[in-house]
């Protein structure tokens, strides 16, 4: 399996923070501004025009901050030469505070998820290594975006471009020894014979590495065939079947087909 992605179009992580209470959101970006602006001008009306609120909207926004927080954000102050103050009280101080902690953190461990996208780039050039030392036809190049822990086996889902995503079924052991963890770049390995084909949509069952494409080409041997894959996620796959299969199935090129691949079936590396 190879990606087709011009070198001008680098892999982009964008993701924007939000704190949520529950199923109820909290604070985002928009509505920390709000209260820093509070804070710096002490007035709402000023604060909410320069963090793009009504002041109604403005008001709003705090009330619900205010009961999920269970404390008050606000306090104001009458009279005075300006006609009165509004202040962040020591909660809302403290609320505005946390999230730009959050923030610089989120920042970073997103700068680091660019890191490991563009990364992967580079580390296609290793796969030409690797193929001599390896029958797998199909390799590629991943970033562990998860991981479940089993009794035995783990499983761990991949992340091949910005559409495809692989899940991986390893032994627990397997785990440890490669060091595996989230954010790790990694390699996938998959034998063309490893790959079934059907015309049919599997059931929910076996959704699992489940993809559709056309074949695009098909290379006819004595006793199997090679068939190239374009799946829909933009990656190509190559598949051997017995040409028994073939000529049941009346595998054609431009013939769209489901292609299904076990976990157990996708063998995971590292660079040494």
Known sequence: MTTNRPNSLPFSVDAELS???????????????????????EN???AAKIAGYSYKG?????????????????ERHAG???????????????????FDLISAEH?????????????????????????MKTSARNQLGAIIVSMLQG???DEVVLMINDKLKLTSSITHESCRELK????????????????????????????????????????????????????????RLIVTVNNAVIDDMQLRTSMRVHCRIDPSNVILAVAA
């Open 19 to 41: 704190l949520r209470i529950g199923e109820d959101a909290l604070a985002n970006k928009k509505r920390i501004e709000l209260l820093r602006q509070i804070g710096l001008t």
């Open 44 to 46: 709402l009306t000023k």
């Open 58 to 74: 403005a008001w709003d926004t705090i009330e619900q901050m205010t009961q999920l927080t269970g404390d008050r954000l606000l």
């Open 80 to 98: 005075g030469k300006g006609g009165g103050r509004t202040c962040l009280t020591e909660r809302g101080k403290q609320l505005l505070k946390n």
């Open 107 to 131: 920042a970073r461990f997103v700068q680091r998820l660019n890191r490991l996208a563009n990364g992967l780039e580079a580390d296609y050039a290793l796969l030409t290594d690797i193929a």
């Open 151 to 153: 009794p035995v086996n």
């Open 180 to 235: 595996l963890e989230i954010g790790a770049k990694v390699f996938a390995l998959i034998k063309a014979s490893a790959i079934e084909i059907a015309l049919n949509e599997p059931s929910t069952a076996t959704r699992i590495n489940h993809f559709q494409g056309v074949i695009v080409a098909l290379i006819r041997g004595e006793q199997a065939s090679e068939l190239q894959i374009m799946i829909d996620e933009g990656s």
